[in-house]
């Protein structure tokens, strides 16, 4: 079945380390994103790709960093510096950005928490 | 600065009746609007969208509508069900074709 996949669920590092989500889509789709989401705040965009060995910054990129070097796979990392880690982060994919609207399919998310 | 927003943080529906969600966007240039359906600790679906260019969407219980003069668009759920108790994003893209999202409505659907 197509679709996007998150692992794991649920996550848990100790402060100052850094932490690797991975994101999965086989939907064949060009542009890749990650938000966080948290109480009361929406959905917030981190960082987005429109094609492979190439993104740009999000609303909140501080403190995280992002590789696209495969179509399929958009991995999101959370480094030490970013002060307020924990949270539920979402992945989404999209068809290219000249598709005639841009629905995005979101995986189930993982949830970090950083003690 | 936010974009799109969603004033009512919460909003209580009797079963069978209709859910109205509210969105207003400052952003005139935004070309497409979508509602997204959240459940708790999963990833928001795709609900229903509308073109800037029309003022209706209908699909089955759910009808979006713009207003474009009013930079204002809601989300009629007719009738309720109790599954339709989940968080409601809108959300709209701009002409770099991000997609920008609100801050999130939780409808509950009282029995």
Not at chain 1, 82 to 90: E, H, I, M, S
Not at chain 2, 30 to 41: G, Q, V
């Given at each position: 079945d197509g679709g996007i996949t998150q692992s794991p669920k649920y996550?848990?590092?100790?402060?100052?380390?850094?932490?690797?989500?991975?994101?999965?889509?086989?939907?064949?789709?060009?542009?890749?994103?990650?938000?966080?989401?948290?109480?009361?705040?929406?959905?917030r965009l981190i960082y987005y790709s429109q094609i492979v060995n190439d993104f740009q910054k999000g609303d909140i990129a501080e403190g995280y960093s992002v590789s696209r070097e495969k179509k399929e796979s958009f991995p999101l990392t959370v480094t030490?510096?970013?002060?307020?880690?924990?949270?539920?982060?979402?992945?989404?994919?999209?068809?290219?950005h000249d598709s005639s609207y841009n629905e995005q399919f979101f995986g189930p998310g993982t949830r970090l928490t950083v003690l | 600065?936010?974009?799109?927003?969603?004033?009512?943080?919460?909003?209580?529906?009797?079963?069978?009746?209709?859910?109205?969600?509210?969105?207003?966007?400052?952003?005139?240039?935004?070309?497409?609007?979508?509602?997204?359906?959240?459940?708790?600790?999963?990833?928001?679906?795709?609900l229903i969208s509308i073109s800037s260019i029309k003022d209706k969407n209908e699909d089955g219980r759910f009808t979006v509508f713009l207003n474009k003069s009013a930079k204002h668009l809601s989300l009629h759920i007719v009738p309720s069900q109790p599954g339709d108790s989940a968080v409601y994003f809108c959300a709209a893209r701009n002409r770099d074709d991000k997609i920008i999202f609100g801050k999130g409505t939780r409808l509950h659907i009282l029995p």
């Open positions: 996550l848990f590092r100790k402060e100052g380390q850094n932490v690797t989500l991975s994101c999965e889509q086989n939907l064949n789709h060009d542009a890749m994103y990650w938000y966080r989401q948290d109480p009361g705040q929406g959905l030490s510096a970013q002060k307020n880690p924990t949270a539920f982060y979402l992945c989404a994919s999209s068809t290219s | 600065d936010q974009q799109v927003k969603q004033n009512s943080p919460s909003l209580s529906v009797q079963e069978g009746r209709i859910s109205i969600l509210n969105c207003d966007y400052t952003n005139s240039m935004f070309d497409y609007f979508l509602w997204y359906k959240k459940y708790p600790a999963e990833g928001p679906t795709f």
